[in-house]
């Protein structure tokens, strides 16, 4: 009998991930027999600071791979015995691969958006792209963008230091990239050719759209995170407006097939596990 896989998710509040169900159905279809435990922060009062006792645990039982979700990407780093050039460049984790007794730090985020995004829109035009939302989905997906050949990026957020601070980030990691905070959304649009939206409104708790609909008009594509709910208001509004588009499930396929490969050494199906996705 095969060894059983043991993979696994840290977080808080993570009960309703499907992450697990991707992962296991993937491997089934490799022949391969998984458990993918939940290990929710929220379940057992724990928080970031057990992190360690989490990931000695994980280590001693023969657990293949964790993936790592919020609040524990950042806090997850120094536990670790090394990361992959992404992980490193992004300051976060959310895959961490456990082999021969060591824990390895990768990132699949930025790389999944990007999946996900030329998966939707193969011939995106990327001369200029508003960014707006630069916190964890958008930080990775603006490292991502630009390896992607993303031009010129305009970073737009409520908090405009933030903002300010990732277009500094990429700058002086990615020779001649083009990154800049943009005061606000009108700003950023101008000229642009696309729009990525990676900040949380238009989650089922936080209905709306992130920015005046007037100022989206059909010469744009529009790239969404959000996939609670999969059709947001603002996917609607681009796509009433003819504007092709890219939905957050792209992005949540993209980093399970990415921490798949990475967890099993295996090459996934993304179009298997995209449908699969889509059934959840
Ligand atoms: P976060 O809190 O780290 O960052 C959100 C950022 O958006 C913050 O910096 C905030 O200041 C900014 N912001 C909020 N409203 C704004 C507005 N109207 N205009 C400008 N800036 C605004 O959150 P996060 O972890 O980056 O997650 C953002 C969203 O992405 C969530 O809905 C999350 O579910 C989704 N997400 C999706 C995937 C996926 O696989 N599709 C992966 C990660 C996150």
């Not at 700058?171 to 083009?178: I, S």
Request: proline share 5%; aromatic share 6%.
């Amino acid at each position: 009998r095969p060894d059983t896989l043991l993979l696994g998710l840290i977080g808080a509040g993570i009960q309703r991930s499907l992450t697990p169900s991707m992962q296991m159905e993937e491997a089934r279809h490799h022949g391969l027999r998984a458990h993918y435990q939940l290990i929710d922060l929220d379940r057992f009062g724990g928080s970031t600071a057990d992190l360690a006792p989490l990931l000695w645990s994980a280590r001693a039982m023969g657990f293949a791979g964790l993936n790592i979700t919020y609040p524990c990407k950042q806090a997850v780093i120094p536990h670790l015995d090394a990361l992959s050039d992404e992980a490193r460049a992004m300051g976060a984790v959310n895959t961490v691969v456990i082999r021969e007794g060591q824990l390895i730090g990768h990132n699949t985020d930025g790389s999944g958006w990007a999946r996900g995004f030329t998966r939707a829109l193969p011939q995106a035009d990327l001369s200029a792209v508003a960014l707006l939302g630069a916190g964890g989905a958008g930080a990775a997906i603006a490292h991502a963008a630009l390896r992607l050949g993303v031009e010129r990026l305009r970073i737009v957020d409520a908090d405009a230091g933030r903002a300010q601070a990732l277009a500094d980030e990429l700058n002086r990691l990615y020779a001649g990239a083009r990154a800049s905070a943009s005061p606000d959304a009108a700003h950023a649009l101008a000229g642009a050719s696309g729009l990525i939206h990676a900040t949380p409104t238009g989650m089922a708790k936080l209905p709306g759209l992130p920015l005046p609909a007037e100022w989206l008009h059909g010469g744009l594509w529009v790239s969404e995170v959000v996939y609670f709910p999969l059709e947001t208001e603002l996917l609607r509004t681009a796509r009433a407006l003819g504007c092709p588009i890219s939905d957050g499930g792209g992005m949540a396929v993209g980093q399970a097939v990415g921490a798949f490969e990475l967890f099993t050494g295996r090459t996934p199906d993304a179009a298997r596990m995209e449908r699969h996705f889509h059934q959840l």
